[in-house]
């Protein structure tokens, strides 16, 4: 199986809207308040931010891409399930693991983490899902 680049594009632009959707709508009251990062109620130009974002998610959509494609998960559930298994593996141990160091509220560490879990099995169920056409 060969990477399908247009999945990867798609999941990358689906993945950074999540994210839009996640922070400036569902969240934002709660994630600024917990946050307390004064840099975060200013004003500044988040065009880089956004554009890194956009490219970090194009190479974390690839990766994932490459993981589907090694387990041959070519459905939709299995996609999500890998999506999931890297979360429950890598993502939230890692993450969780700087949290309680850092001392930082249970419910930053759920605003913040569980984006990327619900976007992992997005992903993977897109990448998992879409099937190239012959060529």
Do not use: D, H
């Amino acid at each position: 199986m060969k990477t399908n680049y247009w999945a990867v594009l798609v999941c990358a632009v689906l993945y950074w809207l999540l994210g839009g959707l996640w922070y400036a709508v569902l969240f934002t009251k709660p994630w600024t308040a917990l946050e307390n990062n004064p840099a975060l109620q200013q004003s500044m130009n988040p065009i880089p931010q956004y554009i890194a974002t956009f490219l970090l998610n194009l190479l974390i959509a690839f990766v994932l891409a490459q993981v589907c494609i090694w387990r041959n998960a070519n459905t939709a559930s299995r996609g999500a399930a890998i999506g999931v298994l890297l979360w429950i593996g890598i993502v939230g141990p890692i993450t969780f693991t700087t949290y309680m160091y850092e001392m930082r509220p249970k419910e930053l560490f759920a605003i913040n983490e569980f984006y990327p879990l619900v976007g992992l099995c997005m992903m993977g169920a897109i990448l998992g899902a879409w099937k190239k056409k012959a060529a």
